[in-house]
């Protein structure tokens, strides 16, 4: 094929009707050569997931092109009548979309969905080529696979036609660290085996650094960067993308704030102890049928571990590990099944949350992973703030200004907020509570990078200037060891070890650490 | 249909992603309002209608004129008579009362104990919840005209009677759907920060579910105003509900039916109304659903 | 499979007797009864002793509903007091014509519901689409009486197609019917329609906006496959939880539509046994609308478990 692979002209893609001015991709032009491997790195609304999509030819609902076109495998996509774009779909160019666990139909086997493309008689083959076993994979369902399982039977679904252009949507973003590894692995091998042009669109930085040979950075709609791979990591050219590399803590970076180890207030004084702490998790199983049968795991098995006054204990582990288990047995959500938990004084922390008499309520609070969750859509801040508390709205002001938000947030409503605004409003509430122990159950995970950043910042501030002791849990090592005076290690629900966060990253005691180590520094 | 509950279609185990769900956005809101606005209307004025209606100077609506029956419309009366001399214009506006009032006393009675029941189980779980849904359950399985049929022949056609059983009849949907919904938000971060701060169950669901809840409450509720009303009409037309002379839609419906060749206005007229308010109500409903992604 | 049909079952089994037992009670408790009815208001209190005395109604409750039982278990229904005959008896030819009526009903509104709220679904937005929804709408929402007339006046008064009130009793035979079932049939079929394609049609536009429908045509695959394979399997279960409930509602809650056309099926001698106060005859009654729709409801999440694997899995709601 000559001439690049993709090429995008003028390309804009605004909702119906409503004209360029509120354009989701505004004037975009790029070229990717065949062969070649680009990615697409931008945070969430950018745009980037439409520009995939228009690489095929499709718009998405409730949006069209405004002007421009885009050319993939020699085809102008936009001015195809729809029969010739479609049958192009999964031939010349394949999308493999985000959000796998959605994106496979529930009801069909592997094996149906392969039969759909045509493809049914090669479904084994396939599988084989994306690394699963297709003797047993072809007649599963969707639900009995795995994140990573699903993603490669997706790429599988992808590649079934033999296309010359391969898109690729979040590869990575809901799979654990070693999974995703794999993944990433699995599509190297595959591009430069079937001589495959790539693009790949991440909000991860580490995943575009891992594929790409080239990278397009996205913002607002527009492309603000694009450029090679070392280039871009040496000497960015435009501020926002060196800020999103700034963001993006890299493994034994420390925060500017936290400096090292011998300066950190902590103490090795004692505020809480769990011994032999077990807690089994069961889960309602049985749908539609009346007598539910429970399937039991052991969330947390045997773990023995204690937090200093002072400190910021990183908690660290896969899905799975016991990890956000930890922290909701801590603050009474959970019980244990076994084994102690207290406080220093003795208060006993193994009570369940709706019996815990208020003043060891006040002692323990949780700010949650997920920022759309865990504020009432109906409540103002000043609600949310101010609910089983004597305080006034000067006391609400100056919560918010500790976390460096405005007093007139006040009268606002979650669904007004963003992202990081919400999140802080979650770590206020936490705090008007003065608690002695702030557990942050993966605060960041579901934030863009630079917001991340942010929060992270207000949090070290935050224990700066209170000394609140911190539980931070985090599957992202590098977030973990760079605010983290100790760092404790989960796995399938058993503590592997507990060290202060050099130590750890020097010398892991233990073999998982050391591969866990080796992927985040990947 | 009144025995027929209306099933939510969406599927509760995979959400629609909202991101996807672009045209939510997109689909014209200005025509949405304007059903929205008349909808409102019709059924506001049949409120004041059923409420005022003894104010206006409209002739006896019981009066009965064995000179002039079956008329057409004329001067003296502009819908002409039924059957027994009667005006049929003044018995079409205090027709609406009976079916509106009790209506409206069993939604109201209903909502109450379904929210209760609803929150209740939801909140209490285990062998509360299970109890309960089975008594719910079975309510739903029985045909609600039948059980009317039942309590008005029965026990007697007393307003108090009837709206009671309405009430307890229509109350299940409403329940399964506080509960539902209730489960919904229970399990959401923002109440488990609640518990953090202390609050105990009663402050959770008044403070913390209700106002989540609220829009899709009201939906329901308001749809099953309507099946009551069709209901409560119903048997009025099957000689259960509304006692004669008293005027009542349903059961001028069935007194004129006979007489469709000779004079159709008092079969038409307590049908258009009859169907008016109830179409408003749904279309306020239908509407409103659409516009609330709660 | 199996072990899930047959605890359903069981369970069904065990709620049907505790019911049964239950609506005896209820009924036998409600003031008045099938003599107060027969003889009228002013009966004299002999009378009303004498007819309670030959028809086993001076009893204790309590042995009514054991007698009930016994006779229940033999297969005997009960007696009916005011037509002098067995409730089996009674009941079997309205029986025959109920299923006749549901029958002709569920045939013309069904697979038609579903074939429109497929066609509607998927094109939401269209004018044809969304006026069709209103109809439905309009359809759903007016009393049954309503309905009923309408169709009897366009059909049978404006335009003479159909006869229009029936003379016919209910031992006739079934060709003999043919003709009046029609009206019935079809004021009945109009609002099964309307509820059944509006929840097809609402759960096939929200089926064809999922993530999954979407990436099999990004996949390339044919748009009608999509809505074959992939979309119709997903958009159907709610669906049959509101045919189930429909189908439980043609034989079990057409009472205003057979009076309005005279039919002689169930929900006339229902009517009519209440108005009578016929004790056997009402509990019956009550227990087959319960058995009806119990076993529709059972049916329909048999149906829903096969359309659907994680409902088999067992995969827990979130």
């Known amino acids: ?522 | 249909m009144s025995t027929v509950d209306p099933v939510d279609p969406v599927d509760p185990v995979d959400p629609v992603d909202p991101v996807d769900d672009i045209d939510a956005r997109a689909t014209a809101p200005r025509r949405r309002r304007r059903w929205l606005s008349v909808g409102a209307a019709v059924v506001a004025g049949h409120v004041l209608l059923a409420l005022f209606v003894p104010l206006l100077p409209l002739q006896a609506p019981t009066a009965q004129d064995a000179t002039a029956v079956l008329q057409g419309s004329s001067g003296a009366h502009w819908l002409g008579t039924d059957d027994l001399g009667r005006d049929v214009l003044s018995r079409t506006l205090w027709g609406g009362r009976p079916s509106i009032g009790i209506a409206f006393g069993a939604v109201l009675l209903a909502a109450l104990l379904g929210v209760l029941i609803g929150a209740a189980a939801a909140l209490a779980g285990g062998w509360l919840d299970d109890v309960l849904m089975r008594v719910n359950d079975v309510l739903l399985a029985l045909p609600s005209l039948l059980v009317l049929m039942l309590m008005a022949s029965f026990v007697g056609r007393q307003p108090v009677v009837l709206t009671l059983t309405l009430a307890v009849m229509y109350a299940p949907p409403i329940a399964r759907l506080v509960r539902g919904a209730t489960l919904g938000v229970l399990g959401r971060d923002f109440v488990v920060a609640a518990r953090l701060r202390g609050a105990g169950s009663g402050e959770i669901v008044v403070r913390e579910v209700l106002p989540n809840i609220r829009g899709v409450v009201i939906t329901e509720v308001a749809m099953q105003f309507s099946w009551i009303l069709l209901a409560f009409s119903s048997l009025s037309f099957l000689g259960l509900g509304t006692t004669p002379p008293t005027p009542e839609w349903g059961l001028m419906v069935a007194g004129a039916r006979t007489y469709i060749t000779i004079n159709a206005l008092p079969l038409v007229a307590p049908m258009v109304m009859l169907a008016s308010l109830v179409l408003a109500v749904n279309s306020l409903i239908d509407r409103s659903a659409l516009g609330e992604p709660s | 499979m199996t072990g899930y049909v047959l605890r359903r079952a069981a369970l069904s089994v065990g709620v049907f007797v505790v019911m049964a037992v239950l609506t005896y009670l209820g009924v036998a408790a409600l003031p008045g009864d099938a003599c107060t009815a027969l003889l009228g208001r002013f009966a004299t209190t002999e009378k009303l002793a004498q007819c309670r005395a030959d028809n086993g109604l001076d009893a204790p409750v309590l042995q009514q509903l054991g007698d009930w039982v016994a006779g229940l278990l033999r297969g005997d229904l009960g007696y009916s007091v005011k037509r002098g005959a067995p409730v089996g008896e009674l009941m079997a030819p309205r029986i025959r014509n109920a299923m006749l009526l549901a029958g002709v009903a569920s045939l013309l509104a069904f697979p038609a519901a579903i074939a429109v709220g497929l066609a509607t679904g998927r094109r939401e937005q269209s004018k044809v689409s969304r006026t069709v929804d209103t109809a439905a709408l309009v359809a759903m929402t007016l009393p049954e009486f309503v309905t009923a007339s309408v169709l009897w006046l366009v059909l049978s008064v404006w335009l003479p197609i159909l006869p229009a009130v029936t003379v016919v009793s209910s031992d006739d035979s079934i060709i003999d019917l043919l003709p009046n079932v029609w009206l019935p049939a079809i004021t009945l079929a109009v609002l099964v329609f309307a509820h059944v394609m509006r929840s097809m049609r609402a759960s096939v536009s929200a089926t064809s906006r999922r993530p999954f429908a979407d990436a099999a045509r990004l996949r390339g695959v044919a748009e009608a496959t999509v809505v074959r394979r992939h979309i119709l399997p997903a958009a159907l279960p709610p669906t049959v939880n509101v045919v189930a409930v429909t189908a439980a509602w043609l034989l079990t809650g057409t009472f205003v539509v057979e009076v309005v056309f005279n039919y002689p099926g169930l929900g006339r001698l229902a009517v009519d046994a209440i108005a009578d106060r016929d004790t056997d005859l009402i509990v019956a009654l009550t227990l087959l609308g319960l058995a009806v729709y119990i076993t529709a409801s059972f049916l329909a999440d048999a149906v829903i478990r096969l359309l659907d694997p994680r409902v088999r899995a067992g995969v827990g709601r979130s």
């Open chain 1, 1 to 522: 094929m000559s001439g690049p692979a993709i090429e995008v002209e003028g390309l804009t893609i605004a909702p119906c009707g409503a004209g360029v001015g509120g354009a989701v991709l505004r004037d975009i032009g790029l070229r990717v050569e065949a062969g070649t491997r680009l990615g697409v790195v931008g945070e969430s609304g950018s745009g980037k997931s439409t520009l995939l999509r228009a690489m095929v030819g499709n718009c998405g609902r409730g949006l069209e092109v405004v002007a421009g076109s885009a050319r993939t495998a020699g085809h102008d996509l936009f001015a195809l009548p729809d029969g010739d774009r479609r049958a192009l779909l999964g031939t010349a160019v394949a999308l493999v979309p985000q959000s796998v666990g959605l994106s496979l139909t529930p009801h069909l086997t592997v094996e149906a969905q392969f039969r759909d493309v045509g493809m049914g008689d090669r479904t084994s083959e396939l599988l084989d080529e994306v690394g699963l076993r297709g003797e047993s994979m072809r007649s599963r369902y969707p639900h009995e696979l795995s994140g990573g399982e699903q993603q490669r039977v997706l790429l599988a679904l992808g590649l079934a036609r033999d296309p010359g252009v391969l898109l690729l949507d979040e590869p990575t973003s809901a799979l654990d660290v070693g999974v995703a590894d794999g993944i990433l692995r699995l599509l190297e091998q595959t591009q430069e085996r079937r001589g495959l042009t790539l693009v790949v669109v991440s909000h991860d930085l580490g995943v575009i650094e891992r594929v790409a040979t080239r990278v397009v950075v996205t913002r607002s709609g527009a492309i603000v960067e694009d450029e090679s791979l070392e280039q871009l990591m040496r000497s960015p050219r435009h501020p926002y993308t060196r800020a999103l590399l700034d963001a993006a803590p890299s493994l034994g970076q420390r925060h500017a704030r936290r400096g090292n180890e011998g300066d950190s207030i902590a103490s090795t004084e004692q505020v809480v102890r769990a011994d032999a702490l077990t807690v089994v998790r069961t889960s309602a199983e049985g749908g539609r049928a009346r007598r539910a049968s429970w399937r039991s795991t052991t969330a947390l098995d045997g773990v023995t571990i204690e937090i200093r006054r002072g400190e910021i204990l990183g908690v660290i582990g896969e899905s799975g590990s016991g990890k956000s288990t930890l922290l909701k047995t801590m603050c009474g959500v959970l019980t244990p099944a076994s084994g102690t938990l207290a406080m220093s004084d003795g208060a006993n922390l193994a009570t369940p949350l709706r019996k815990r008499p208020s003043h060891l309520l006040r002692r323990i609070q949780m700010v949650m992973q997920n920022p759309d969750d865990s504020l009432n859509p109906a409540h103002t801040v000043r609600r949310i703030l101010q609910a089983g508390t004597s305080h006034d709205d000067d006391a609400s002001a100056a919560l918010l200004a500790a976390v460096h938000l405005e007093r007139s947030l006040l009268d606002r409503r979650p669904g007004s907020l963003s992202g990081g605004e919400k999140q802080r409003v979650a770590i206020a509430r936490a705090l008007a509570r003065d608690p002695e122990v702030l557990l942050l159950d993966e605060i960041t995970s579901a934030l863009d990078v630079t917001v991340q950043a942010a929060v992270i910042a207000t949090l070290v501030e935050l224990h700066e200037r209170l000394g609140t002791t911190m539980v931070f849990v985090s599957h992202d090592l590098a977030v973990v060891s760079s605010i983290a005076d100790r760092i404790a290690v989960l796995r399938n629900g058993r503590l592997l070890e507990v060290a202060d966060t050099a130590r750890l990253l020097e010398h892991p005691g233990d073999e998982y650490t050391a591969s866990l180590l080796a992927l985040a520094r990947r």
